[in-house]
């Protein structure tokens, strides 16, 4: 299931509105078929490994990160019944699939081909991974990370708005592997007026996953960006995942809506002191209502800054 995941990790950010799935068929102890959701969500993983394994799927093991679909569309038949013809003995899956379509129908699909199914083994890797798909069938809006680079005093710039190198190279080369996973990446209207970002994928061979681009404000929006006047009307744009750089005011927009789902806290080594602050005013009233909401998920060194991974808690 780890190289399952991995494979569905090659599609992120390109199969909206389908999630990004891996699935790999083992036979005997080997890796006969491997799949991932291609860009524009078909074919699904499923059709692509089992294309692969051919013959050999007979009798073999398929490992998939979501629940195989039970709905056929007009682009490509129903995964369900493509294993369920393959002959293959068993299927082994992540997590169930939330679309009314298929919720448990793929499994017991499944079942009822004889193939003996495992459901759960990584859920918890695999719900991660297609967080924007789940929120987006779940709450109909897609997944929102938050991303600040800050000094150790938790500031995005001087007080005269320089704000460029806070991090190192290293950083933002994983915040640029950040931003081709999304499909839509927001800043605020201060910030598009500021730095003017480009917002692109600067990594090698990466450049071509640049999401589409989103300013939030009351004006226009430039050429070719989306107009975004409130931190809710992402729901009405299509993506799955979006990454919202800043700055202080679109930052605590979404916080105060509280539609921030994963916050990458960037840290530099470097104190600005009396610089601006990261995070605008929002709107807490009481110490306590800031404890509890935030799980350290995930933290490391990237060269000599800190990054640090939160998810909200929302249980
Ligand atoms: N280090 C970093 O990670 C980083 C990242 C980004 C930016 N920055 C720095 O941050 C500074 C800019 O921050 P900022 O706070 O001035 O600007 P900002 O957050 O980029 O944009 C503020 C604008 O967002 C819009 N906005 C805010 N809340 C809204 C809401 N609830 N609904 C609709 N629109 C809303 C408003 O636009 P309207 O005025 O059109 O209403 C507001 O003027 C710059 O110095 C930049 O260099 C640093």
Known sequence: MGAALALAARGRGQTAPNPAVGCV?????????????????RPHAEAM???AAGPAARGATAYVTLEPCAHESPRG????????ASGIARAVIACRDPDPRTDGRGIARLEAAGIATATGIAAREAERAMAGFLMRARHGRPHVTLKLGLSIDGCIALASGESRWI?????????????ARAELILVGRGTLEADAPKLDVRLP???HRSPARAVLGHGAAPFGWIAVDRPEAIADTPALDVLVEGGAGAA?????????????????PIVIGGGRPGIADIG??????AHGRWRLHDQRMLGIDRLEVYERVRE
Not at 167 to 179: D, I, S
């Open 49 to 51: 490994a089992l294309e």
């Open 205 to 207: 061979g990466l450049a």
């Open 284 to 289: 807490l009233v009481h110490l306590e209502g």
């Open 252 to 268: 605590a927009a979404f916080l105060a809506a509280d539609l921030v789902d994963r916050l990458l806290v960037y840290r530099a």
């Open 77 to 84: 038949p129903a995964c369900a019944d493509l294993l369920a």
């Open 25 to 41: 068929i083992v036979h005997d102890g080997r890796v006969v078929g491997r799949g991932w959701t291609q860009p524009g969500g």
């Open 167 to 179: 991090t190192g190279p290293a950083a933002r080369a994983h915040a640029h592997l950040e931003r």
